[in-house]
Every structure is written in C-alpha cells, then in structure tokens.
C-alpha cells in the first residue's frame, strides 16, 4: 500500500514567521501536487513538481521535489494570516494519485 | 463561470433516505473524480470516469453508493439508504487525460450530514 506522510499535521503560528511541512514516502512518484483547502471549500491546486530535485517558487511559497522522488518539501517565508488552511500533498503513481492526510496551518495575526 | 460545480451545496437528511450530488466538471475535462473527505483528512478516492466510461471504483465504496455519467459531460453520485457515517464531504474533481502529471480542478464539494 502506497502512503504519503504529511508533517506536521497541526502548526499554529505568529504572522511574519517562518515554516516548513513535510510530505514523505518510501514511494516513488512520477509527479507530485500540492495543494490548499480552505473550510468548507475544494482543494486548489498550487503546483506541480515533476523532476527530482526540482524547486518551485511562488511568491513566498517554495516547493522541493526530493532527488529520489519520494518527497516534498513546502516552505513558507513570512507566512500571513491569508496562508491559512489545509495543505495537502498528492502523488502520481501509476496514474493513479495518492493522497496525504493534510498540515492544517493557522497564521496569527 | 468555467470551473467545476456541484450541487446541492449542503444536504441534512436523515438515516434510511436516498441523496443525490450532482458535478458539472469544466467542460474540456474528459475526465471526471468522486473523493468523499471527512474533516481533518485528505480525500479518499470513490470512483472515476474517462468520458462515460467508469474506469475505477473504489473497493472501500459499498454498493450503497451508485455513480453515472450518463452522456459524459455531468455526473451524479447516488448514495441509498444513507448511514450516519455518510457524512462527509464529497468532492468532485476533473482533468485532462492528456496532462500526464494529473492535475484535478475540485469544485466546492457538497457537503452531507446524516441524523
């Protein structure tokens, strides 16, 4: 059974802070997505990772794909209230995408 | 607005009733997802369909539960004599065959409390 382990689960931080969540397998990925979920609403996709060792950057948002494709990294610089929600994790194997339990993340203001 | 919707939004039934959700996905998607999410949890899948066809189902999913995409454009997901742990979040997703990495576009979801 393919699992992806999302860390912490829970993080409640200050505005202006610093944080990093974890996404980890002993699987391998063909791609990896992650995404937001905000109460109450869908999840929306923020990005895609498809090489080993890719880095991707929006904004204050940064996402790393692991050498060996089994995981992933989101580091948020400076986090803001609005960054608030449910991020999940999910990867591509075998067309099929396996989904993590989701960090939920409260920013304080 | 293009993005996928569902409906209705929220539901309250009681234990025994039959509920339907309908997804309309975007409309150049060929492919179309059902996940049921409960809070705190990522979605778990249920089912998906490639045009009309349904190519998957989840083994966890009882036959309680009835899905269609009749001409391949919408869907519904029928759940029959609906059980307290129904209650959840059902979302519905579409894609792009042709994306090989997969990205699904998820609507709001329609979200279910059974008393």
């Known amino acids: 059974t393919q699992l992806l382990e999302q860390s912490p689960q829970f993080l409640s931080i200050q505005e202006g802070e610093n944080l990093t969540v974890y996404c980890n397998s002993s699987?391998?990925?063909?791609?990896l997505q992650w995404y937001r979920q905000e109460p109450g609403e869908g999840p929306v996709l923020l990005v895609t990772?498809?090489?080993g060792g890719e880095v991707k950057k929006l904004k204050r948002l940064t996402f790393q794909f692991g050498d060996a494709r089994k995981d992933s990294s989101l580091h948020i610089t400076a986090a803001q209230p609005g960054d608030t929600g449910l991020y999940l994790c999910?990867?591509?194997?075998?067309?099929?995408?396996?989904w993590g339990a989701g960090t939920k993340l409260i920013i304080k203001p | 607005d293009t993005g996928v919707s569902q409906d209705p939004r929220h539901k309250i039934t009681k234990r025994g009733q039959n509920v339907t959700f309908r997804c309309d996905p975007i409309?150049?998607?060929?492919?179309l997802y059902w996940y049921r999410q409960t809070l705190g949890q990522g979605p778990e899948f249920l089912t998906y369909?490639?045009?009309?066809?349904?190519?998957?189902k989840s083994r966890l999913l009882s036959d309680r539960f009835s899905a269609e995409r009749p001409k391949g454009s919408f869907s519904t997901l029928e759940i029959q004599r609906t059980e307290q742990g129904d209650s959840a979040m059902y979302l519905c997703?579409?894609?792009?065959?042709?994306?090989?990495?997969?990205?699904?576009?998820f609507g709001e979801g329609s979200r279910l409390t059974v008393l």
């Open positions: 699987s391998v990925f063909s791609s």
């Open positions: 990772v498809v090489t």
């Open positions: 369909f490639q045009n009309e066809a349904q190519l998957e």
């Open positions: 409309s150049e998607h060929n492919r």
């Open positions: 999910a990867g591509q194997s075998n067309y099929q995408l396996i």
């Open positions: 997703a579409s894609s792009w065959a042709g994306l090989t990495t997969g990205e699904l576009f």
